[in-house]
């Protein structure tokens, strides 16, 4: 194999490899947390690829490069612009006691904030009902 | 429901009894209630169904759902026994969530 060769086959497994990381182990929170992890891989990946067509213009040199080019301006375009939340106008503030409220469980009971005051602390998430 | 998993896994079972973890979101009963089977976890899932609980406690994201629904903002709120809260986490990018084991440090810290 060409040198171009084993650097195409070298950027096209770190970009794999991001992949396969990202999507397995999404219930790591680190990995999770971190989705600049693999921005950074596609990074890395395109400019093996870059460095593949500098050695030996190949025509697969070029068309990894053109793949590893799509999947990273694809991912920066989703995680800095798709993903971002504009900031929440939210009325919680640390220190103070939010408004109570009252919402049915699963079967169909009531639930409020007020019926564990003084009794447990509470973990309140707010979800999306997805992922 | 990354988040969720983790938060379980990470409370011992003492601890789990003493702190109550309230789930909300607009799903409905139904598909909660088969999640909490299935994480088999000591969760309460509440459904506001027309986010009027989010939207009281300025959540909501606009158009932010797959079909440009309004949808929560993942929020993480820890309360103490009097109600008030006392660690904060609200996303600003939605793959994002919060470490359990942050989640767990403010919990302990009460």
């Known amino acids: 194999m060409t040198r171009s060769g084993w650097l195409v086959a070298l950027s096209l497994l770190v970009s794999a490899a991001a992949i396969v990381v990202y999507t397995q182990f999404l219930h790591?929170?680190?990995?999770?947390?971190?989705?600049e992890g693999y921005l950074a891989a596609f990074a890395i990946a395109a400019t093996i690829a870059g460095i593949a067509v500098a050695v030996?213009?190949?025509?697969?040199?070029w068309t990894t490069l053109a793949v590893v080019l799509?999947?990273?301006?694809?991912?920066?375009?989703?995680?800095?612009?798709l993903a971002r939340i504009p900031e929440a106008h939210t009325t919680l503030r640390v220190g103070e006691r939010p408004p109570d409220f009252?919402?049915?469980?699963?079967?169909?009971?009531?639930?409020?904030?007020?019926?564990?005051?003084?009794?447990?602390?509470?973990?309140?998430v707010f979800y999306r009902g997805y992922w | 429901m990354g988040e969720l998993q983790g938060l379980g896994a990470a409370l011992?079972?003492?601890?789990?009894?003493?702190?109550?973890?309230?789930?909300?979101?607009?799903?409905?009963?139904?598909?909660?209630?088969?999640?909490?089977?299935?994480?088999?976890?000591?969760?309460r899932f509440v459904a506001d169904s027309d986010l009027a609980v989010?939207?009281?406690?300025?959540l909501v994201h606009a158009r932010?759902?797959?079909?440009?629904?309004?949808?929560?903002?993942?929020?993480?709120?820890?309360?103490?026994?009097?109600?008030?809260?006392?660690?904060?986490?609200?996303?600003?990018?939605?793959?994002?969530?919060?470490d359990p084991d942050d989640v767990l440090q403010a919990v302990r810290a009460l």
């Open chain 1, 28 to 35: 790591v929170a680190a990995i999770r947390n971190n989705p």
């Open chain 1, 56 to 61: 030996g213009r190949r025509w697969y040199a």
């Open chain 1, 70 to 81: 799509v999947l990273l301006l694809g991912s920066a375009t989703f995680n800095f612009v």
């Open chain 1, 102 to 124: 009252t919402l049915t469980d699963a079967d169909g009971r009531p639930v409020s904030l007020a019926e564990y005051r003084g009794k447990k602390p509470v973990v309140l």
């Open chain 2, 12 to 43: 011992s079972e003492a601890e789990k009894a003493g702190v109550e973890i309230i789930a909300v979101s607009p799903d409905p009963n139904a598909r909660s209630h088969e999640m909490a089977q299935r994480l088999r976890l000591a969760y």
């Open chain 2, 54 to 58: 989010t939207r009281r406690y300025g």
């Open chain 2, 64 to 98: 932010g759902g797959e079909h440009g629904e309004d949808v929560p903002t993942p929020t993480t709120v820890v309360l103490d026994r009097d109600g008030i809260v006392r660690w904060l986490w609200i996303a600003d990018n939605f793959q994002v969530r919060p």
